[in-house]
């Protein structure tokens, strides 16, 4: 039995930091493990050019306890007006390294996402052109199709053909949730990929509706049947470079999680590695965890892998903290509802 693992530091290939007290709160969590993170876009008025990207950045870069390496990486948020010279100028900089589409209503701050995919057209040729990825949130947003349902119907209907209208663009599908997603994602190798969140490979529906309903779990896309969750795990654990990590960590505060109509997003940032590290042990898959945490991810966007290593020990189960303060009130860390035996010692 294998009590010590080291691996190469982390990164996380979907992060929300958010902004303000939030941002202060959760800055430092992710950077105590994680090297790197791919940063989210979807703040209360969105990142969308290079300037928003840069003023971020910089915002994040404060909030980093001294000393700290973490080296926040930048996305933009595509709007039906973006402007493929800021896109390629953002690109070109090295501080964003991808654009994010969301479907307009999909998620928390996504009203100003695409509603017509088509306008998108000369901004993706653009970005195919300089080798730019486009991050995507696979879902529809309609209202006759069924939430269960909406990642498996985006990938039919709107991502499929989108790609191919330009197969040469790189695409990463956030947060895949379905067996769907898992098998259109190893479909093209080198061009397209899937991150996978830590929760979606812990939780399934029953976790969020079964007994009560419980806020902290919900999250988008929403987690589906257990046969889902485990094809994910079948997917992270597999060793295919087309599955990496992106925890989709998404803070709000609890009391706009505990609400009549409560947001969409798990914090998970703080547990995810010994989380992950449980997993993948569970499956008898710890041989490839370090691909899935470490290496993937940072090859898909034309990165080296951290220098640094971290290792982690195996003994009794861990206590989380369950609550994160912040300056504007506390946020529910992620229960994984399992004991966790993996802590990151150095
Ligand atoms: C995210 C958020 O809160 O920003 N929420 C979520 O449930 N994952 C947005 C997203 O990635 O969909
Ligand atoms: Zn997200």
Redesign the pocket.
Known sequence: MKNTLTITQPDDW?L?LRDGALLAAVVPESARNFGRALI?P?LTIPVVTYKDAVAYRGRIKDALPDGSSFKPLMTLYLTEKTDPNDIKKAYESGIVIAAKLYPAG?????ALGIENFEKLQPVLECMADIGMPMCV?GEVTSHEVDIFDREAVFIDKVLDPLRRRLPSLKVVM??ITTAEGAAYARSDPGKLAATITTHHLMINRNNILAGGIRPHY????IPKREKHRLCLIEAATSGNPCYFLGT?S?P?LDKSKESSCG????YTASNSIPCLAEVFDRADALDKLEGFTSIFGANFYGLSPNKRKITLNKDLPVIFPQKIKTDDGPITLFNPNIDIHWKVTS
Do not use: K, R
């Not at 999909?106 to 996504?110: G, K, L, Q, V």
């Open positions: 979907h929300h989210m979807n999909a998620t928390t701050n996504s949130h956030e947060h919900y999250c988008l896309p989709d998404a709000h947001c969409a997003g798990i």
